[in-house]
């Protein structure tokens, strides 16, 4: 088993560094993550694949400490560095994490008030109060998220009114309205057709400008088309890290291959 | 040609099994609801006949004059308000002027009996000593006298008996009147210069407001007469109409009856339903006539009664010693020009009054559903079915218990979905969903024993006695029972809400956090509103049960039916009430069917019926749209 641990970039250009991380969601019991070590640059889109069950979501959801919603779970070793610094110590107050560390669902989840206060939640439970700072960070937001000239004539309408890949890219606004340096996004166009599916792949090609975009996904064309690096896991495991070409062309390990190439998973 | 699919089911009387158990599963929802339908129609039924059988009474009450003689009834009664005032008024002032020198007076009338009780032998000695004038007896029964009504004081110093507590702190007078006890001659029965002082003094500091008292107290003398005197007449009418009433009654029964006999016992039947006196009319016209004669002078009545009233009032004092008489006569000089001018309006309502105008149809109604006073049958006067006092009570109860059960219920259930841990939540849910194993007779116990007396225990403290209605003299009453219908409903509206706010998908509260809102902001700001809908259904459903129970009000909220007394403002909450529930309960069993209180109570039935149907309505509207827009 080929762990890499480097995909050619410097450490220094690493936003998040993981190392040896093995998690458990009911200590005492089996890790669903294991011995994971990785180090993801900035300004890059990162791309997690592997088989269903292998714990992409949960390492996704481990780098805003979404687990810790889950009672029983625990870091069972390992740390994890975002920004130089070790997201799970005593001293890290995890909603000050959560500003810097966006995230974005697999099924898209607007709250059920107007698309205005979708994008502008954020800011407010920041207590921002002022409307013209709330005004202006719902406009660029929802221009970034290529969703303005749809919506601008009815902001006020409830969020629940637009189609589904315009309440992804909603929800993407809403993200980015917060001004985080990472978005993590856990399969964000499986419940989407393919057309919406282009323009929210399209649209995650614009703002790697702004963003370190770590991605989960099933699909290997979206994998092969939006990111620079790809992650392979399987069983818990990191297999097999590298330059999105290279995995997709010249894969070392041959779980990574077979899975790649369709047969299995 | 046979068919391919034919069925293969064994089938009973035609109806396959299918058919069968589809038939049993309807038929129990048909009947739960044919159930519903008829409890429905039974009750209307009975309650709307209360508005034809109300109507003939009011009828009678004009015919017979008894509405006449309810405006001086009313007029009295405003009056002797005012007078139980001025006379409270009166002694509370005595006692802060004169507190001595009326403790002395009582104190010394008290010394008096134990003497004449204690030392009653000594007594009969000694009067039969001087009666025969012989020295030496003479000297013994006095010494023996003397000796014993110095022992009787002594012990009665000792003791330091209740009836002195007005000089407990006066030591001086508290001495000098047992002196003059001790020097207390039984046979003579002379009271001593110390008592005949204090009774002076009393009499002359007080003579004025005593006048004014006695002013007040005989200013209605001639309308209490009067009224007394029409009570009677007007009652005696109304029985003897109502007995006509019912021997007409009878002999129609009898007449109708007789059709369906044969030869003599036919014969027999007419006989009897013959020699039954019953008149073709009940002359009211006749029976009436004194009352509308009186009109005169019920007029100088109240005209006597308004001057000597204005007299007396003027005639109050403007300087007290006591608060609290201060406080009374400000009442009493507030509530004189409403009370007057009560007057004249009565007054020109009863000369306006005609015995043999048409009752309206909607007063039948209206008098129900907007009277305030309910008087039964048994009551002697006139029965008098005011739905008023007991639907505001209920509704006054069931706010208090809202006020209560609201924010504990609510706050559990977010606490307990939203904020505890798995293992907090293990506990407690069903801590608080146990709350309804507890008998509503258990509770109302509880009230009456442990939580009506805290209320007037503690209630008084400095913390709390600055609170609308506080300190709390009546242990029963509505916030009594307001705080253990919350209680009954506090677990009703926490499993409701706790649905609710499960209800709500995760991924609003994960969209949430992940955008860095705390939980509590999460809750406030996603969670809750959007189980607003479910939350304000649960509150229903817990109105709903408030409402209609029973057992707890009936014992615990005091059962007074009178409306609230709004001059206390929030203060009303501690007054006591009867409710919907509370007087169906009570009275139902002691009512003879199918008369007017049956079905006064009946009505009320319904009226709860279709309160409870409304609130349970709007909540599955409510639930409806939760279950929409998720
Ligand atoms: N909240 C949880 N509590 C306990 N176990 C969980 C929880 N969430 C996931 N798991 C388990 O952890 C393992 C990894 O799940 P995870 O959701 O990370 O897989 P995944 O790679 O995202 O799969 P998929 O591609 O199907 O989304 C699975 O075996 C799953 O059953
Ligand atoms: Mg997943």
Redesign the pocket.
Known sequence: MTNSTSTGHNADDSIISIEDLSFS??IGKTN?LRNISLKIPEGRVTSFI????????????CLNRM?DL?ET?RITGGRIEILGQDINAPDVDVIELRKHVGMLF?KYNPFPKSIYENVAYGLRVQGVRRMDILDQAVEESLRKAALWLEVKDRLDASALELSGGQQQRLCIARTIAVKPRIILM??PCSALDPIATARIEELISELQDDFTIVI?T?NMQQAARVSDQTAF?YL?ELVEYADTTTIFGNPKAKQTEDYISGRFG | MANKFQSKERRLFGVGIQGWIKGFFSGNAGVSMGVIFLIFLFLVFEAVRFFPDHHRELKLVRRTGQEYVDFLRREARGYQEISSYTNQAYFQELDARFGVQRGLVDGFEVLQGMIEDGAEPEIEALAEARDVSDPVALRAAEKRYWGRVGEIVDSAERSSVDSFGRLSTEESAWQSLLQAARRYDAVEEETPDLILAAEARTESGMAEFRKAKTMISSAGSDLKNLRDRLVRIASATRKDAETDYSLGMRKKALLEGSGKLDGKAREEQIAEAEALKVLDQFPFEVRVQPIIDSHDEHQKAVEHLKEQLKKGIAALPTEFSSEASKKLVMKIREAEPAYLEALDQSLEEASEWTWNEEVNWSSSVSRFFLGKEWKTASGGWRQLYGFLPLFTGSVTISMIALCFALPFSIGAAIYVNQLSSRWERSFMKPAIEMIQAIPSIVLGFFGIMVLGNMLVEYSDSPWVSWLPGFPITQRLNMLNAGMLLALMAIPTIFTLCEDALNNVPRSFSEASLALGASRFQTVQRVVVPAAISGILAAVLLGLGRIIGETMVVLLVAGNRIAMPDWGDGLGIITQPSHTMTGIIAQEMGEVSEGTLHYRALFLIGLVLFVVSLLINLSAQKLTKRLGAHV
Do not use: A, I
């Open positions: 969601y009911d669903t592997g088989p269903s069950g292998c714990g992409k979501s949960t390492l996704l959801r687990n889950v779970s697999q856990d399969e989960v099933h896991f818990g």
